[in-house]
């Protein structure tokens, strides 16, 4: 892509997905993804009634009055964002492709984070590791990730998501708040994603068009598998035939549903032709609410 529209498609996710981190999803996003652990502030003199438990001996020692340690929340989290760039985003019907969704969701989680003072990071995967951007904070750092997002030329075709696990946990040891986003048109990653859930907060967003939940009645048509290249004839006009498909997506969908349950991972599932903010929204309220 040539530099110039390269920058204007960069300027133009910018502009769209900041506005809504800004107006909608700063306070949502704060309130859903707190800080996991407790950071050391300052040391006051002993009140009675507090913990004795915080008392810190070296300070009363040395000024002979008792003084206690003060504790706030840990602010600051990494996030990650674990991104499938497969053959199998090429594919659209509505409003966006599916590697276009998966860009602004991107971008807005990635501003989201950044007014939250957090650091954020991505692996971008195939059917192999295609690259890793380190967690850092700031505008330039989002708005290369942005640049990679609507750029990078991935050398796989394929899905490998248990790999792409397998990678992040070894990666980033301090414990993350980590966004799986892929339609999950893959098999083989369930134990990658239980040992991934177990050190890191995963939450998982679903990416689907909506001619992959049915097939609509073209008569016999010609479909290609955009990650294998495979071809093969299907007569879409046999109600059967449509039927079949429909009730495989529908037992898919139902197997990832138990997948996340079991592994206590909050979901999204969202569609190529819908306003992604409500199922954020949704998402944001109810980690909230358990938190």
């Given amino acids: 892509m040539e530099t110039t529209e390269l920058l204007k498609k960069v300027r133009k996710i910018e502009i769209k997905t900041r506005g809504l981190s800004n107006q909608i999803f700063s306070g949502e996003y704060h309130s859903a993804f707190k800080g996991r652990g407790m950071a050391f502030s300052e040391v006051r003199e002993y009140i009675p009634g507090d913990d004795i438990r915080s008392i810190d001996w070296n300070v009363t020692a040395r000024l002979n009055h008792p003084y206690v340690k003060i504790f706030e929340e840990e602010r600051e989290l990494t996030v990650m964002l674990l991104v ?75 899905t490998d998501i248990g790999l792409a696990l ?31 859930s177990r050190k890191h907060d995963l ?38 035939v449509r039927e079949n498909y429909r009730q495989n997506w529908i037992r898919r969908q139902q197997e990832l549903d138990s997948i996340f349950t079991r592994s206590g991972i909050d979901q999204a599932k969202i569609a190529t032709d819908e306003n992604y903010v409500q199922p954020l929204i949704n998402l944001f309220k109810k980690r909230e609410k358990r938190h």
């Fill in 203 to 240: 939450v998982a967003i679903r990416i689907y068009d909506k001619y992959e939940t049915q097939l609509p009645d073209f008569g016999l048509i010609r479909l290609q598998d955009a990650e294998t290249g495979k071809l093969l004839w299907v007569d879409t006009a046999n109600r059967s």
């Fill in 84 to 158: 499938d760039i497969s053959a199998s985003g090429d594919f659209g019907t509505k409003k966006l492709f599916k590697r276009e969704l998966i860009t602004e969701l991107c971008a807005v989680l990635s501003f989201s984070a950044i007014q939250n003072n957090d650091k954020i990071g991505i692996i971008f995967f195939t059917d192999r590791i295609e690259k890793f951007i380190p967690p850092k904070k700031g505008k330039s750092h989002i708005l290369r990730i942005i640049r990679e997002l609507i750029d990078f030329q991935p050398e796989g075709k394929g």
């Fill in 166 to 196: 397998r990678y992040f946990t070894n990666m980033i040891k301090k414990r993350s708040i980590s966004f799986l986003i892929t339609d999950f048109l893959s098999t083989g990653f369930n134990d990658a994603l239980k040992i991934a």
